[in-house]
């Protein structure tokens, strides 16, 4: 499991200055790229999930890189995915919250039958920076009344303090960076 983490931890690259001066960007494409860290990352990640609890019921993924973790996940625990998409992009009756961003803002979406209430979800995505983005998409859960029993990331930017913004959410992240 040491192995399979540094496997993983080993395909993160990081860009200075990305996408505008002065952040460090953390991107997961050689991790994507490479069958053997994906299915790594896939094992931990459905590992930590069984360990932790008996039962989930839905895994909803955030647009749009929670896409790519939260369906090879989903497969594993024999469980559904759902969607929650930035503004705009869902049709029928949806759920809506804009959120603050480091400049400026945004809007993420649900589907309004995308969870009963009283569902088990995970929620995934692949880094948790300021947290804006997975507080406000637990928000949207909790008005369709889901029982949100963790918010789960690949990477967490631990100096923006995003997991203390979850307030009394469950949060685990599988990589810490300063
Ligand atoms: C990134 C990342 C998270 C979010 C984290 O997505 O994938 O979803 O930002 O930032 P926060 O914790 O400060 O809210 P982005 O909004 O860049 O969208 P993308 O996945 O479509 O590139
Ligand atoms: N990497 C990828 N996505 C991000 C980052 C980062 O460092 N910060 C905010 N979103």
Do not use: N, W
Not at 17 to 39: E, H
Request: with cysteine; glycine share 8%; charged share 30%.
């Amino acid at each position: 499991s040491r192995e399979r983490l540094r496997a993983v931890r080993d395909r993160v690259r990081s860009f200075p200055d990305f996408p505008v001066p002065g952040v460090l960007f953390r991107d997961i494409s050689p991790l994507l790229k490479d069958p053997v860290a994906f299915k790594a990352l896939i094992d931990l990640l459905e590992e930590h999930l069984r360990a932790s609890f008996p039962k989930v019921d839905v895994i909803a993924g955030l647009d749009s890189r929670g896409f790519l973790i939260g369906p090879p996940l989903a497969q594993r625990l024999g469980v559904g995915f759902v969607l929650i998409r930035k503004k705009g992009k869902l049709p029928g009756p949806t759920e809506s919250i804009s959120y603050a961003l480091e400049y400026g803002k945004a809007e993420l979406e649900i589907q309004s039958d995308a969870v009963e209430a009283g569902q088990k979800v995970v929620v995934v995505d692949d880094l948790l920076a300021t947290g804006g983005t997975m507080r406000a998409a637990c928000e949207l859960l909790a008005r369709l009344k889901a029982d949100i029993l963790e918010c789960l990331v690949v990477i967490e930017l631990k100096g923006l303090r995003g997991a203390a913004k979850l307030e009394a959410i469950p949060f685990h992240s599988l990589l810490q960076y300063d």
